[in-house]
Nanobody, 124 residues
Framework: QVQLVESGGGLVQAGGSLRLSCAAS????????MGWFRQTPGKEREFVAA???????YYPDSVKGRFTISRDNAKNTVYLQMNTLKSEDTAVYYC??????????????????WGQGTQVTVSS
């Protein structure tokens, strides 16, 4: 059974940084793409970043240059470094396991198991 546990969320001022972590278990981590999404109340879950099994990365324009996704296969963990945070980055952030045999991926349906989410609040 795949389990994903996010951590590292919190309250930060605009312009600040946070690093989210997602610890995975129950899968051969190194063989899966991983991703981060975010969601605010009343809105659809939004793609934030993805990293392939080879380490290739993919971002939407809204976070490109500010967010960095990385992975440590020895620790079965994926990270999301978020810099220059803006109030519009406030959301619950979720990590997820890719379910496709190709990369890049960015749609909700490209991902299978999901974590429980961690709240990120950016104050202006």
């Amino acid at each position: 059974q795949v389990q994903l546990v996010e951590s590292g969320g919190g309250l930060v001022q605009a312009g600040g940084s946070l690093r989210l972590s997602c610890a995975a278990s129950g899968l051969t981590f190194r063989t899966y793409a991983m991703g981060w999404f975010r969601q605010t109340p009343g809105k659809e879950r939004e793609f934030v970043a993805a990293i392939g099994w080879s380490g290739a990365t993919y971002y939407p324009d809204s976070v490109k240059g500010r967010f960095t996704i990385s992975r440590d296969n020895a620790k079965n963990t994926v990270y999301l470094q978020m810099n220059t945070l803006k109030s519009e980055d406030t959301a619950v952030y979720y990590c997820a396991v890719g379910s496709r045999g190709y990369f890049p991926i960015r749609k909700i349906e490209d991902f299978g198991s999901w974590g429980q989410g961690t709240q990120v609040t950016v104050s202006s």
